[in-house]
C-alpha cells in the first residue's frame, strides 16, 4: 500500500516537472498585465495578438520554418542513401561512418556552433544564412540516419532481390520496393528533424548575425529589451504548434514506434 | 531438350572462402531437379549464381543455348520463390502478381488476365485484394509461386519452399508444386535438406556436401544405391563400414586394425573395383544367426520394429528387428549377419 502511493507521488511531481512549466507559461502569456509575470494578472488575448504584430519575429518565424523544412529535407536527401547503404553493404569504413554521423548529437551544440563559426563562417566568409542551414542540415542528420535507419532494418533485403528477379533494376527496385517500405520512416525523420531544428538554440546562437536571427534567438534578444507576456504567448503558440505536430504524426505514422 | 540449364565447373565464393567448388550439372527442360544437402552445402549459393545474384568466381552458366554468366539478373528470365516469400508488403497480392509483369510495359488488359491466371493455378483467386500480411504462410507461398509463374521463366528456382510451412501444409503444397509442374511443364530446381521432400518430389536429386556435388540420380537410385558414405549416411544405411584389401573394417579404420571378416563384394548395386566401402541399413541386419558376435547395448521399442545397438568389433552396429519376435535383453551377446545381398557398395569413404 505504501509503495503504491509512493509510486503516485513519484508519477505525479515527474509530470508536475515535465509539464508544469506548459501551464505556467500558457497563463503567463493569457496575462492582461504589462510584465511577463505568473500567476498572470487577469486573463486577456492581448499579447497573443500581439505577437502577430512584431516585425522581428514574423522575419524570424519564416527563417526558423525555412531552415527546418530545408535543413531537414537536405538531411533526409543525405541521410536516407546513408542509411541504405550502411544497412545493405557491409562497408569498410561502415562504424566509422556511422560515428561520423552520429557525432553532432554527441557534442554539445556549443561547441559545434563556435566550431563552425570559428572554422567556417570567419575565416571563409561564408554567408550566414548558408552556414545556418549547413549546421541545422548538419544537426538532423544523426536523426535521420537513425530513425530511417530503423525502418530499414525491420525490411529484409530479399524483397529488392525478388524485385530485380521480376525484371526491375537496381535503382528501380530501390524506388519501387524500399522506398514506398520506409515511408512512415521518413516521415518520422522529417519531423523529428523539423521539430530538433526548429528548437535549435546553441549552434543558431553563434551563427546568428546582424538582421538574421532564428525564432528562439530573436525571443531571446526580445526579452533582453522588452519584459512583456508576448514571449510567453509566442512559446505558447510554438508549444500548441509541435504538440499538433506530433500528435498529427502518432495518428497517422505511429510515430512513436521510431524514437 | 536435354542440357537445357548447364552449370561447367561452375565456383562460388564470399570474398576469400570458397562456398561451391567446380560443380558441374546438366538439367533438362521440363524437368524438377532438388539440391538435397545439409545446412550450408553451397544449395542456396548455387541457386543465386544461376538467379545472378550472384556473381561466379570461375565457371559458365548456359540457359537454353545462351551463356548467361554475365548477364544481369533482371535479363535472365530465371523466376525464384525466395525461403522467406520475399513478397512485396506494400503490394496487394495482385499487385504483388502484377509486379513484373507491369515493369514488361504488357497491355493492362493482358496484366489482369495473366494475374488471374496465376492465381488461380495457385488456387488464391478470391484473395487478390488481400494484403501479404493478411494471409497466413502457406497463401503467402502461394502467392510468391504466382509471381513468379506468370512472368513464364526458364527456370524456376525455389529455396526451401517448404521448410517454413507446417506439417500438413509442406504435405499440401510438395502435391501442389508437382501439380503446377506438370502443368506448366516448367524447369524447376528446389533445394531442401529434407530426403523425404526430394524423394517424393524430385526427378532428379542433386546430393551436395561441403560445396560439392555428392551424387546425381533418380529417387530411386539415391535411395537405394548410394555411391559414397555421406549419401548413405543421408539416405539412413546406418551400418557403414569400409573394405581394403577385400575386409570389413569400421569405418573410420581403413588400414589396419583387427581384421573381424573378409570381404566377398555383393552384387545388389554392381561391383567396382574401386569399392571403398559398404552400406547397410538397419533392416537388413540379421539378428541371432550368422558369423559376427556383438553385445546388445541399446534396445528400444519403435512400432513395427525393434531398435537394437550393437556393439562389435566393427563398432556400432544397428539393427531394425520385426518387434513381434522376442527381444533380446540388453546385455546379452547375439550373431549377426550383414547379408551381402542386402549391401550397397561405396565409391567414397570420404
Ligand atoms: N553472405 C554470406 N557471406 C559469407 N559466407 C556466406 C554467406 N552466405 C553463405 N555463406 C557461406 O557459404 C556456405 C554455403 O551457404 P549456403 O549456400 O547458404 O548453404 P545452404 O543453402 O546449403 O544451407 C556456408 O558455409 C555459408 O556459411
Ligand atoms: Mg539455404
Redesign the pocket.
Known sequence: MNSRWLQYLVLTLVMLFLIGPFFIIVAAGLSAGESLAFPPQGLSFRWVIKVFQIDSFRESFALSMALAVFGTLAALILGVPIAYALARYKLPFGETLRTIVSAPIIVPGIIVGLALLRYLVVPLDVEVVTALFAAHTALILPYAVRVVSASLNNLRSDIEEAAVLLGASRPGAFFRVVLPNIRSGILAAFILGFVTSFNQVPVSLFLSGPGVRTLPIDMISYLETTYDPSVAALAALLAFLSIAIVFVAERFLGFSRYV | MSDFLQLESLTLA??K?I??ESLNLSVNQGELVAFL??????????LRAIAGLMKTRSGHIRLDAEDITRKPPNKRDVGMVFQSYALFPHLSVTENVAFGLRLKRLDKQDIDKRVTEGLSIVGLGEFARRMPAELSGGQQQRVALARALVMDPKVLLL?EPLSNLDARLRLEMRSELQRVQQQTGLTMIF?T?DQVEALSLADRIVV?NK?SIEQIGSPEEIYNCPATRFVADFVGFENIFAVHDRQLLPADDNVGGDKPHSARLPLTCGTAPDTRGLAWRPASVVLGSGNYPGTIVGNAFAGTVREYLLQTALGPVRADVNAELPAYPTGSDVMFDLPFDKAVPLSSMS
Open positions: 564470399y570474398g572462402s562456398a561451391v544437402g545439409p545446412s550450408g552445402c553451397g544449395k542456396s549459393t548455387t529455396d533445394v535438406h551436395m560445396g
